[in-house]
């Protein structure tokens, strides 16, 4: 008996919260128990009204994802395992084994589904495969130009399938293409750039190419719904920092603890070393309810 | 249940990833989690700006770690929830910060109009105080299940129970609850 009012009480719960059943229509279903459990709901119902926390801003939502990924890649750790990882398939015999293999492939009957895949798009069967032969690309690249080079053109695919996704309607994909064109604008910030501006990889080339990828964001903002538009304002903000990290990497500045939208920190005045979220130094201790 | 093992499986992917460098699946963990670990942050620290240095020290620490973290089948959500514990008790052992509980209902009723104010920051103040006075299980209990609105199988992930403990523990907790309430209405009468 005593079992069986917890698991009523979880389960009536539970469809309230999921919008599958009101208070009452708990309490009509379960007329033999709706003195005990109907009090218990009730006082639930009242918590949840009062008490639940609304979410997060989503200006700190973007501004810390960004200090996060700088934090992660600022620590090292990943920053080398991600340079590793880059030049890891042509260093390793496993891997360079498998790239073999994978030429192989492609020599053969694979070239058709690489060629089919290039137009492919995140959500499409065969966009795995594009997105292999990229890496292949990257693997078989020997200088760090090159590297700059194929990924500032990845990420400009990105935006070619985003624009794409946009104009067939399908949004639910999107996140992809603009996660994907994230995860390369922070492979390009790993990268050792060449010193020789004229290069195709060099900094001012790159530079240019993403200012010309966040008017072709701006201009995709304007053409997708409400609920798409977050995830296009998380990547125009992405592709905007990138372009402050390559502005502050040629006047050798270090960019890692500026945030989107904030102003370079200073460390002489700032006890957090790394937290650099914009609030005003000057505004009064903080203060809280104990708990 | 099938979502459910596609979710686990998916953090586990993700955290295989983040492992070998991949900035991508960090991101998509901090976008998945940001939301469930500030609001029990906030259940628990009034201070919004307190409740998001918290909260992102969460995930810092969690992601310089991710080489340490071992898969236990569950969701990443309650390695998370047990670095904002720890985060949390260390933030209360320092003690300073403190707020009036008046001035912290405030904080969350800017939005109300004065009359309506008014009546939701003494309606709030006096359940949270009836919150406080519980066991901290219980309290947990209802912030994670009742607040948060986690289900049953995520709540007993965090709390670390097998499902039907968990059912127990809400019961409990929400039986307590009410009779505080009441004991407090009838105090204040």
Known sequence: ?291 | MIEDVKLKLADAQLIKRAKRGDHQAFGVLYERYIDAIFRYVRCRVVDIQTAEDITEAVFLRSFEAIGKYREKGLRYSAYLYQVARNLLIDHYRRGDDIVPIENAEHQLVSSQSTDGEIIFREQSASLRSALDRLPEEYQEIIRVRVLLELSTTEAAEWMKRSEGATRVLLHRALKALKREVEEGHEAGA
């Open chain 1, 1 to 291: 008996m005593k079992q069986e009012l917890d698991l009523l009480v979880d389960q009536c719960l539970s469809a309230i919260q999921a919008g599958e059943e009101t208070l009452e229509s708990c309490l009509r279903a379960h007329p033999e128990h709706a003195g005990e459990i109907g009090p218990i709901l009730r006082i639930a119902a009242h918590s949840h009204s009062l008490l639940s926390p609304a979410g997060p801003r989503p200006e700190f939502v973007r501004a810390t994802r960004t200090r996060l990924m700088n934090a992660v890649m600022e620590s090292g750790d990943i920053r080398q395992k991600a340079r590793v990882g880059l030049r890891r398939v042509r260093l390793q015999p496993g891997y360079a084994l498998v790239t073999l293999l994978l030429v192989i492939v492609l020599l053969g009957s694979g070239v058709g589904v690489v060629r089919a895949s290039a137009d492919s798009l995140p959500g499409d069967s065969l966009y795995g495969v594009k997105l292999a032969s990229e890496q292949i690309q990257l693997a078989v690249s020997f200088s760090p130009e090159t590297d700059a080079e194929l990924l500032v053109g990845f990420a400009g695919e990105r935006l070619v399938e985003a624009e794409q996704l946009v104009n067939l309607g399908r949004y639910d994909d999107l996140e992809q293409a603009l996660l994907g064109l994230g995860t390369t604008l922070d492979a390009i910030a790993t990268l050792d750039f060449p010193g020789d501006e004229s290069e195709p990889g060099s900094l001012t080339h790159i530079e240019a190419k993403l200012e010309k990828h966040i008017s072709v964001l701006n201009r995709v903002l304007e053409q997708v719904p409400e609920n798409a538009k977050a995830a296009i304002e998380r990547a125009i903000e992405h592709s905007t920092h990138s372009t402050e990290v390559i502005k502050k990497v040629k006047s050798d500045d270090h960019p890692s603890n500026t945030a989107p939208g904030q102003l370079k920190k200073d460390d002489s005045s700032d006890d957090h070393p790394g937290r650099g979220n914009g609030r005003d130094k000057d505004k009064p201790e903080k203060t809280e309810k104990p708990k």
